[in-house]
């Protein structure tokens, strides 16, 4: 069989899923729920206190998020391929220097490197990658596509605990260097194509129209009615900021809880216990929500999605308002890992429904950079407001303003319309 027949039987799209699911894992060495693992170490063998090591994390990646712009115009002008090679094997470089810090200047310097290319890049990339190959059935690639984040989540942790415990931290940061190097890099490199036209084939599977015969097409698709809109025409539209104000909002407030989860929990007299409890659930649930709703957005409009993921967010603040016992503590998970299904889904899925895949990079190289800052600020509210006032309530209780405004700027993000269509250039 030629390559050509392969792609034409068996829909190359869907490898595309599995190695950007693939990309989704291996961003852990940059994610916090792996770098969690770290900090105790470096306390101990460096005599730093926490605050420092909280306080430069949340520069570093601050850096981090205001060069993510930069990474998506590099994907829209050298490909996810290359990008994704490249990027793959500066975060081994990275994880390999993280493996060697002494000092504070290079512990900046390596969670710079590591937020830029794992949290970020690592993510930034596969969902291109997917959004340039399916259209219409991009709901549910994007669902598999995230088993991947999840898969880190739950595993990083573990790993890492093992590893730093039977060896060291330095021996856990140069497995992940390796890995990176052995496995993901060479399946990148063989195996991603940036998009299905590259092959002969459109979006979603089928045939493209230049290499068929009209009576071979099944479900044809027209890549020439899709409307690709440039970075400097997106942020004209008032889609475009009400969109980039909903993805900034859960990431700040649910970097802000999982930060201080364990305090949370403590002043509502539940254990340490109940709440790592708490973050494994939400994991657990957050793979079949994810699933489910890749297939809603094939049916329902996007924003309401996302306007469910804001009603989620306030009814978990609000429960944490006033928990006092495990049961609501469980209802706590179950709300955040149907939150975190649906958001993650809808918050992918949205950007190139609105704005085309041309361009996608660009546009969701801003998204990462909201993203990722909101992110660094989340903790500092909670923990001001903890030191002010010795209790979360002040803080939950202004928290709860901001998924009023998601639901408002959700209501607000129509798709946008144009009257002339620029041909793609």
Known sequence: ?????????????????FIAALGAFFSGPGQTYSNSAFVD?????????????SGLYSIAT?????????????????GQRLMMIVVG???????????????????VVGIFLIRLLGQGSMMLIPNTLVAQWFVKKRGRAFSFMSLGGFASATTFPI???????????????????????VLFVPIAFFGVRNRPEDVGLVPDGNVDTKTKDSDEKKDDFKPEAEVNWQLN????????WMILICVGIPAMINTGITFHIISIFGTNELSPEVAAMVLSLMAVIGIPMSLVS???????????????????????????????????????????????????????????DYFGRRYIGSITGVAATMGVMSSAFGPLPFGIGFDIFHSYTPVLLI?????VIGIVCSLLATKPVRETVKENA
Request: hydrophobic share 60%.
């Open 399 to 403: 928290s709860l303003i901001f998924p």
């Open 294 to 352: 890749g297939f809603i957005t094939e049916k329902v409009k996007t924003k309401y999605l996302m306007l469910f993921v804001f009603v989620l967010e306030s009814t978990i603040l609000l429960l944490l308002l006033v928990m006092t016992n495990v049961f609501m503590a469980i209802l706590v998970g179950v709300l955040w890992g149907m939150s975190n299904g649906f958001g993650r889904i809808a918050f992918s899925v949205i950007w190139p």
């Open 62 to 78: 601050l850096i981090a998020g205001f060069t993510m712009m930069l990474v998506g115009r590099f994907i829209d002008r050298f």
């Open 41 to 53: 170490e470096y306390i101990r063998d460096f005599g730093w206190s926490r605050s420092e090591v």
């Open 159 to 181: 790993i890492n605990t093992w590893l730093i415990q039977t060896w060291d931290w330095q021996f856990a940061w140069r497995f992940w260097g390796i890995m990176l190097l």
């Open 1 to 17: 069989m030629t390559k050509k027949a392969f792609f034409e039987r068996v829909y190359y799209g869907w490898v595309i899923v």
């Open 89 to 107: 094997s500066l975060l081994a470089a990275a994880c390999f220097y993280n493996s060697i810090i002494t000092s504070m200047w290079m512990f």
């Open 233 to 240: 025409e997106a942020i004209k539209t008032r889609a475009f």
